[in-house]
């Protein structure tokens, strides 16, 4: 689908420069659109793959001479799996075999997985305790958890239904894949500041 409408961009500019006489568009915008899949561990979005598809089916955008310039917009696949959140839990709440976690991270910051949760970003959830060593249990010992923002409405819950460690004040959650359509689109609401951000190199 993402090959097919490049190359309807590309006839149209053919299209366009062919009845202009002379070569008026000279930039192609490929977009982005490489899925970001939140759920698996690897880093890497398909773009060999991607890149071989392009190169059989629109050649074009592989020549100089046809178009100067191709710009994409691959923001979040080439960034989200390079960053994490980590943030202490201000408290616990339970409910209905289940429990709450409220931390220092909401829809200011995870704007898409508060207001829009049905779509497909799903952070995964790592657990730590207080002094920061990963808190492992068996798997019949985990429970439920919703993780919820600080914000003043219901809907500020970054993930539904974690099944996790059972987590306690002041423990520490990890937010996995937050490098793209996170802090880059963050607000102010409630006056909330913005987090620390640091930089480090594998």
Same mark, same amino acid.
């Given at each position: 689908?993402?090959?097919?409408?490049?190359?309807?961009?590309?006839?149209?500019?053919?299209?366009?420069?062919?009845?202009?006489?002379?070569?008026? $568009?000279?930039?192609?915008?490929?977009?982005?659109?490489? !899925?970001?899949?939140?759920?698996?561990?690897? +880093?890497?979005? +398909?773009?060999?793959?991607?890149?071989?598809?392009?190169?059989? #089916?629109?050649?074009?955008?592989?020549?100089?001479?046809?178009?100067?310039?191709?710009?994409?917009? =691959?923001? !979040?696949?080439?960034?989200?799996?390079?960053? =994490?959140?980590?943030?202490?839990?201000?408290?616990?709440?339970?409910?209905?075999?289940?429990?709450?976690?409220?931390?220092?991270?909401?829809?200011? $910051? =995870?704007?898409?997985?508060?207001?829009?949760?049905?779509? =497909?970003?799903?952070?995964?959830?790592?657990?730590?305790?207080?002094?920061?060593?990963?808190?492992?249990?068996?798997?019949?010992?985990?429970? +439920?958890?919703?993780?919820?923002?600080?914000?003043?409405?219901? *809907?500020?819950?970054?993930?539904?239904?974690?099944? $996790?460690?059972?987590?306690?004040?002041?423990? $520490?959650?990890?937010? !996995?894949?937050? *490098?793209?359509?996170?802090?880059?689109?963050?607000?102010?609401?409630?006056?909330?500041?913005?987090? #620390?951000?640091?930089?480090?190199?594998?």
């Amino acid at each position: 689908q993402l090959v097919s409408g490049i190359r309807t961009a590309v006839d149209f500019a053919l299209e366009v420069n062919s009845a202009a006489g002379e070569t008026r $568009i000279t930039t192609i915008d490929m977009g982005g659109g490489l !899925a970001v899949d939140f759920r698996a561990e690897s +880093p890497f979005s +398909p773009f060999e793959e991607y890149a071989a598809a392009l190169r059989e #089916a629109v050649p074009e955008v592989f020549d100089p001479s046809v178009f100067s310039r191709v710009v994409t917009e =691959f923001g !979040a696949a080439l960034q989200c799996k390079f960053a =994490f959140l980590a943030s202490r839990v201000e408290y616990t709440k339970e409910y209905d075999g289940g429990r709450i976690a409220l931390i220092h991270a909401g829809s200011d $910051i =995870f704007m898409r997985a508060c207001y829009c949760p049905e779509t =497909f970003v799903h952070h995964r959830v790592f657990t730590f305790d207080a002094s920061g060593q990963p808190k492992e249990v068996d798997e019949e010992q985990r429970v +439920p958890h919703d993780i919820a923002g600080p914000l003043c409405f219901a *809907g500020d819950v970054v993930v539904r239904d974690a099944l $996790i460690a059972p987590l306690e004040v002041d423990d $520490i959650v990890v937010l !996995a894949d937050t *490098g793209g359509n996170s802090l880059s689109i963050r607000t102010s609401h409630c006056s909330r500041q913005g987090p #620390a951000v640091f930089a480090f190199r594998l």
